[in-house]
C-alpha cells in the first residue's frame, strides 16, 4: 500500500442538559437568586455546611436547620491564574480561584477573585459581589465572584 | 467462591419519566435507605461502597461517584465504580460479592443509578469516536437487526414480540416500584408505530429515573440479620470482543458461557427445571426469546414457542420477569441490578404481590454493551 499520511478528526462534544436541584441545593440557589442571600444547612457532626447537601456526609442522617450566613467570609486556599485563556476561563484578565469559609458557615465555598489578586493571601477578608437583578438565574454565579473587603 | 455471601438487604426507588422532586444524589440516598432499612443496617455497618451507572455523557455529570461519596456513606471508606454499560448494575452487585466472598468485607453496600430524565440516552449511548459514524442509532437502532435476524433463523410469528410486551405490562401492574404500569394487549402493542422494525413503541423500554441499592454480607451476618437472607450460589461476568470474526449476537457466545459458569456453581444442570423464576434483561421485547435460548432454558430456536405456548407468563412453569422487568422500568444503569435484586427478593419470599409460588432458586441477569457484557447471579433459599 502506498504511504498515506495518517488523518486527524476534530469530535465536538455537545449537548444540553436539564439537571433536577432538588428541594435542598434548589433552595439554596433560589436563595442567591430570589433574595441575594446565601443558605447553609446545619448537619450533625458537621456544623453549617455551604452549599448545603440535605444530608450529612458522616453517617448519612438528614439535614437539620437551615442557617443563612453570611456574605463575607475568609479566604483558606488561593490560586492566581495568570493567563487566562479566552472561553475557557470565567474571566480575560488574571484572576483567582479561591475557597472562602463564609462568616457562620463550616465549610469553604470554591469561587472566583477578579480583582487586586496580587494581594490575596490565605486569611484575607472577601465579600461576595452579586450579579445584577435582572442576571441571576440561580447559579453559584449569582454570586458573580468574591472581592477583598477594604480595610 | 471463597467464602458464602448473602443478599441482606434490597432497596429500590419509586421509578418514573422524570424525578424532578430530587437530585441524583437525593434519587441515590432514596435507594440506600430503603437498602439498609430493610437489613436492619446503619452507615456505619458498612464496610466498602461500591457504585455504578451507565456512561456519564447520560446526566452529564462528569465522575458522580465523586461528589456522591458522602450520598452513598462512602466517607473514609473504600469507594470503587464500576462501568460495564447496560449491565453496569448487575456488574457493580457482583463487585459487591467478590468483595464479601474475597474475605476481606463483612458489609458491602453496592448501589447502581440512572436519572434519564436530564439528558437524551439515544445520544448519550451514541459512539462520538474519532473514524466511528456517529448514527445516532440508539440501542433501539442497534438492537433491531438481531431481532429480524432472529425471526429469520427461528420462523418465529410476528405476535410473539408483542405477546411479550403485553405480557410484561401485565407483570409491572402487580409491581408498585415499576415505571409502566397501566394494561395494555398484544393489539394494543401491534398498533403502535414501529421506531426500529421489527420493533415497535409498545415494545420498547422506557427512560427511567430510578436507583437499586443491595446490601451484601458474609454468613455471619446474614445469620444475625432480621431476615431470611438470599444466598449468592454462584455469580459470574464475561465480556465479549467487537469485532470477532463469526461472532453470533443474536445467541452470543459470552452469554451461554456466562450461564454455563452460574449453573455449574450453583450446582444446575436443568435450569428449567431447577429454577423457578429469572428475572432477566429485556429491553425490547424479542430479546426474551432469545435470552431464552442462550440461557439454557430450551433448545435454540425454541424461545418463542416458550413464549407463545405462555410458560414464562407468572403463575405458569417460569415466570420471567415477575416485577416487569426493563420493559416497564428502565433507569439504565440501575436495570441489571434490578433484575439481581428483584431475584433477591423472590428467593426471600419478599416480592410482595409479584412473588412467584415456591422459588428456591432465581436467576437475575443482565447484558449491555453492544450484546457484549453479561452478568448473572444464581441467589437461593439455601446457602
Same mark, same amino acid.
Given at each position: 500500500?502506498?504511504?498515506i499520511?495518517?488523518l486527524?478528526?476534530e469530535?465536538?462534544l455537545?449537548?444540553?442538559y436539564k439537571?433536577s436541584?432538588?428541594?435542598?441545593?434548589?433552595?439554596?440557589?433560589a436563595?442567591?437568586?430570589?433574595?441575594?442571600k446565601?443558605w447553609g444547612?446545619?448537619?450533625?457532626?458537621?456544623?453549617?455546611?455551604?452549599?448545603p447537601?440535605?444530608?450529612?456526609e458522616?453517617d448519612g442522617?438528614?439535614g437539620?436547620?437551615?442557617?443563612?450566613v453570611?456574605?463575607?467570609?475568609?479566604?483558606?486556599a488561593?490560586?492566581?491564574?495568570h493567563?487566562?485563556?479566552?472561553?475557557?476561563h470565567p474571566?480575560? *484578565?488574571?484572576?483567582?480561584?479561591?475557597l472562602v469559609?463564609l462568616?457562620?458557615a463550616? *465549610?469553604a465555598?470554591?469561587?472566583?477573585?477578579?480583582?487586586d489578586?496580587?494581594?490575596l493571601r490565605v486569611g484575607?477578608?472577601v465579600e461576595?459581589?452579586w450579579a445584577?437583578?435582572d442576571?441571576r438565574?440561580? *447559579?453559584?454565579?449569582?454570586?458573580?465572584?468574591?472581592?477583598i473587603?477594604a *480595610? | 467462591?471463597?467464602?458464602?455471601?448473602?443478599v441482606?438487604?434490597v432497596?429500590q426507588?419509586r421509578?418514573?419519566?422524570?424525578?424532578?422532586?430530587?437530585?441524583?444524589?437525593? #434519587?441515590?440516598?432514596?435507594?440506600?435507605d430503603?437498602a439498609l432499612?430493610d437489613?436492619g443496617?446503619?452507615h456505619r455497618?458498612?464496610?466498602a461502597?461500591?457504585?455504578?451507572?451507565?456512561?456519564?455523557?447520560?446526566?452529564?455529570v462528569m465522575?458522580p461517584?465523586?461528589? #456522591?461519596?458522602?450520598?452513598?456513606?462512602?466517607?473514609l471508606k473504600?469507594?470503587?465504580r464500576?462501568?460495564?454499560?447496560?449491565?453496569?448494575?448487575a456488574s457493580?452487585a457482583i463487585t459487591?460479592?467478590?468483595?464479601?466472598a474475597?474475605?476481606?468485607?463483612e458489609?458491602?453496600l453496592?448501589?447502581?443509578f440512572?436519572k434519564?430524565?436530564?439528558?437524551?440516552?439515544?445520544?448519550a449511548l451514541?459512539?462520538?469516536?474519532?473514524?466511528?459514524?456517529?448514527?445516532?442509532a440508539?440501542a433501539?437502532?442497534f438492537?433491531?437487526?438481531?431481532c429480524r435476524a432472529?425471526?429469520a433463523?427461528?420462523?418465529?410469528?410476528?405476535?410473539i414480540?408483542?405477546t411479550?410486551a403485553a405480557?410484561?405490562?401485565?407483570?409491572?401492574?402487580?409491581?408498585d416500584?415499576a415505571h409502566?404500569r397501566e394494561?395494555?394487549?398484544?393489539?394494543?402493542?401491534?398498533?403502535s408505530p414501529? #421506531?426500529?422494525?421489527?420493533i415497535r413503541?409498545?415494545e420498547?423500554?422506557?427512560?427511567s429515573?430510578?436507583a437499586?441499592?443491595?446490601?451484601?454480607?458474609?454468613e455471619?451476618?446474614?445469620?444475625k440479620?432480621?431476615?431470611?437472607p438470599?444466598?449468592?450460589?454462584s455469580?459470574?461476568?464475561?465480556?465479549?470482543?467487537?469485532w470477532?470474526?463469526g461472532?453470533?449476537?443474536?445467541n452470543?457466545l459470552?452469554?451461554?458461557?456466562c450461564a454455563?459458569?452460574?449453573?455449574?456453581?450453583?450446582g444446575?444442570r436443568?435450569p428449567w427445571r431447577e429454577i423457578?423464576?429469572?428475572?432477566i434483561y429485556?429491553?425490547?421485547?424479542?430479546?426474551?426469546?432469545?435470552?431464552?435460548?442462550? #440461557?439454557?432454558f430450551?433448545?435454540?430456536?425454541?424461545?418463542w414457542?416458550?413464549?407463545d405456548?405462555?410458560e414464562?407468563r407468572f403463575g405458569?412453569?417460569l415466570p420471567i420477569?415477575?416485577?416487569?422487568?426493563v420493559?416497564?422500568?428502565?433507569?439504565?444503569?440501575?436495570?441489571?441490578?434490578?433484575?439481581?435484586?428483584?431475584a433477591?427478593?423472590?428467593?426471600?419470599?419478599?416480592a410482595?404481590d409479584?412473588?412467584?409460588?415456591?422459588?428456591?432458586?432465581?436467576?437475575?441477569?443482565?447484558y449491555?454493551?453492544?450484546?457484549?457484557y453479561?452478568?448473572?447471579?444464581?441467589?437461593?433459599?439455601?446457602r
Open positions: 500500500m502506498a504511504e499520511p495518517p486527524h478528526q469530535v465536538v455537545e449537548f444540553p439537571h436541584t432538588g428541594p435542598v441545593i434548589g433552595r439554596f440557589l436563595g442567591l437568586k430570589e433574595q441575594k446565601i444547612q446545619r448537619v450533625r457532626g458537621q456544623g453549617v455546611v455551604v452549599p447537601l440535605g444530608y450529612s458522616l442522617s438528614a437539620d436547620e437551615w442557617v443563612e453570611q456574605p463575607t467570609g475568609t479566604v483558606t488561593v490560586a492566581v491564574v493567563e487566562p485563556i479566552e472561553g475557557l474571566f480575560t *484578565t488574571p484572576f483567582a480561584f479561591v469559609r462568616d457562620g463550616d *465549610t465555598l470554591a469561587h472566583v477573585v477578579k480583582d489578586v496580587a494581594r484575607t477578608r461576595a459581589v445584577p437583578d442576571q438565574q440561580g *447559579t453559584i454565579r449569582d454570586i458573580a465572584c468574591f472581592r473587603v *480595610t | 467462591m471463597k467464602r458464602p455471601v448473602a441482606v438487604g432497596g426507588t421509578h418514573a419519566s422524570r424525578r424532578a422532586d430530587v437530585s441524583i444524589a437525593e #434519587l441515590v440516598r432514596e435507594a440506600v430503603r432499612l437489613a443496617l446503619e455497618d458498612i464496610d461502597v461500591v457504585v455504578g451507572k451507565a456512561p456519564d455523557q447520560l446526566e452529564g465522575q461517584e465523586q461528589f #456522591l461519596a458522602g450520598a452513598l456513606g462512602a466517607h473504600p469507594l470503587i464500576v462501568h460495564t454499560a447496560g449491565s453496569v448494575g457493580t459487591g460479592v467478590t468483595h464479601v474475597s474475605g476481606l468485607f458489609r458491602v453496592a448501589v447502581a440512572e434519564q430524565s436530564e439528558g437524551n440516552a439515544m445520544w451514541s459512539p462520538k469516536m474519532p473514524f466511528t459514524a456517529p448514527l445516532v440508539g433501539g437502532g438492537f433491531a437487526p438481531y432472529y425471526i433463523r427461528t420462523g418465529a410469528p410476528p405476535h414480540g408483542p411479550i405480557n410484561a405490562r401485565a407483570n409491572a401492574a402487580r409491581n416500584y409502566l394494561p395494555m394487549t398484544v393489539e394494543d402493542v401491534t398498533n414501529v #421506531l426500529w422494525d421489527p413503541y409498545l420498547t423500554c422506557p427512560s429515573d430510578g437499586c441499592a443491595l446490601v451484601l454480607a458474609s455471619e451476618t446474614a445469620r440479620g432480621p431476615r431470611r438470599a444466598w449468592v450460589k455469580a459470574a461476568s464475561y465480556a465479549e470482543a467487537m470477532v470474526p461472532r453470533d449476537q443474536v452470543p459470552a452469554g451461554r458461557v454455563k459458569h452460574v449453573y455449574e456453581r450453583a444446575i436443568d423457578q423464576t429469572a428475572e429485556v429491553p425490547f421485547s424479542w430479546f426474551e426469546a432469545m435470552w431464552l435460548e442462550n #440461557l439454557g430450551c433448545d435454540v430456536g425454541q424461545g414457542r416458550v413464549v405456548r405462555g414464562q405458569a412453569h420477569n415477575p416485577s416487569g422487568g420493559l416497564c422500568t428502565n433507569p439504565i444503569g440501575a436495570s441489571g441490578m434490578l433484575r439481581l435484586g428483584e433477591a427478593l423472590q428467593v426471600m419470599g419478599r410482595g409479584h412473588q412467584v409460588d415456591g422459588v428456591k432458586n432465581a436467576l437475575g441477569h443482565a449491555g454493551g453492544g450484546a457484549q453479561f452478568a448473572m447471579w444464581v441467589v437461593s433459599t439455601e
